[in-house]
């Protein structure tokens, strides 16, 4: 299964990416197997996405603005408003960076 490595850039993925480092860094951990982690971790988070999350959110903004590269496309939002069944919040920039799925089956 081919996995894109977007999440490594969430906040969770770049606190594992440190940590990971650092345990390299001090003799701790191989370098391959810190590699190794780092490729289950993006498969995890994608068939977690895929399977487990089951709430649609809509988006409404000013779209600052939009790329198309290497299929992916890349959005910047001004003053979004994000809402779902529950609640609604406002968030002043936002970045989504979206990819075709089908890619990763490929």
Known sequence: MATFELYRRST???CLTETLDE???SGALNP???IQVLVQF???MTEALETQ???KVSIKGHLHTYRFCDNVWTFILQDAL???EECQENIGRV??????SKLLTQ
């Open 82 to 84: 994000f809402k779902n």
């Open 53 to 55: 999350v089951k709430s």
């Open 23 to 25: 345990m390299v860094q």
């Open 42 to 44: 993006d498969k995890s």
């Open 32 to 34: 391959n197997l810190a």
């Open 12 to 14: 969770i993925g770049m």
């Open 95 to 100: 970045k989504i960076v979206a990819c075709d």
